[in-house]
Nanobody, 125 residues
Framework: QVQLVQSGGGLVQPGGSLRLSCEVS????????IGWFRRAPGKEHEGVSC????????FYADSVKGRFRLSRDYAKNTVYLLMSSLKPEDTAEYYC??????????????????WGQGTQVTVSS
């Protein structure tokens, strides 16, 4: 059974850093593309970053490029979203998602079959 369990998040001041974790079970990171999305109140899901298991590519939204970094720990079967220089506009519920047939994308959520439970990130002074 495929499961994604998220942890991390919380309240941080502007300019601060946070690390989100997405521990996966029922599959290995070698076999699945992983995406990170976020959803702010009243807004649609926004793609943040993703990793393609098909060719090892990693992608970032322009809004987070240079501030966020996706990393993978294969021994722990965990994907991390390292967030720095956080801004109030980064406030949202963050979700990880997995897909095992296609390269990843941050343009749509439709290819992803499996989702984490979400974790709240609030950037405020």
């Amino acid at each position: 059974q495929v499961q994604l369990v998220q942890s991390g998040g919380g309240l941080v001041q502007p300019g601060g850093s946070l690390r989100l974790s997405c521990e996966v079970s029922g599959f290995t990171l070698d076999d699945y593309s992983i995406g990170w999305f976020r959803r702010a109140p009243g807004k649609e899901h926004e793609g943040v970053s993703c990793f393609s298991h098909t060719d090892g590519s990693t992608f970032y939204a322009d809004s987070v490029k240079g501030r966020f970094r996706l990393s993978r720990d294969y021994a722990k079967n965990t994907v991390y979203l390292l967030m720095s220089s956080l801004k109030p506009e980064d406030t949202a519920e963050y979700y990880c998602a997995a897909e095992n047939h296609l390269p990843c994308t941050i343009k749509t959520t439709r290819i992803y079959d499996n989702w984490g439970q979400g974790t709240q990130v609030t950037v405020s002074s």
